[in-house]
């Protein structure tokens, strides 16, 4: 009879959601402010190299989440550098990947939300 009720997300995994909301939306915001920021020479140049250095520390961090964010630093710097080659090719790939970022930040911030709202609407009755 138990397995007709609705089951309840963790706190832990609304909780990562929640992180997971925020983090990817912050992201996809800095990664489209880069991509603007490319175009001007010498700030772009700055840009990339930095971005390529914390994606390399990134990679030989411990966590799951370091080497994640280590990997998109290390292809957005990559992507960086190489606009200076292809810029219109590097820049329209650097900005679809913010957009993603984007939609999938607001996609999970979306089911943290209304995880929130079950959750209180659950505990009130």
């Known amino acids: 009879m138990s397995d007709h009720y609705p089951v309840e997300q963790k706190p832990k995994d609304l909780a990562e959601q929640g992180t997971k909301g925020v983090m990817a939306t912050a992201g996809g915001v800095g990664l489209l402010?880069?991509?603007?920021?490319?175009?001007?020479?010498?700030?772009?140049?700055?840009?990339?190299?930095?971005?390529?250095?914390?994606?390399?520390?990134?990679?030989?961090?411990?966590?799951?989440?370091?080497?994640?964010?280590?990997?998109?630093?290390?292809?957005?710097?990559?992507?960086?550098?190489?606009?200076?080659?292809?810029?219109?090719?590097?820049?329209?790939?650097?900005?679809?990947?913010?957009v993603g970022l984007l939609i999938y930040g607001i996609a999970n911030l979306g089911g943290f939300i209304s995880g929130l709202r079950k959750k209180k609407n659950g505990k009130s009755r």
């Open 33 to 98: 402010l880069v991509n603007s920021l490319l175009g001007i020479p010498v700030v772009g140049w700055v840009l990339s190299a930095g971005m390529l250095g914390l994606g390399l520390t990134g990679l030989f961090g411990k966590t799951k989440t370091d080497k994640v964010s280590g990997t998109v630093f290390t292809i957005a710097g990559v992507l960086g550098g190489a606009s200076l080659l292809l810029p219109g090719f590097t820049r329209g790939l650097l900005g679809l990947g913010g």
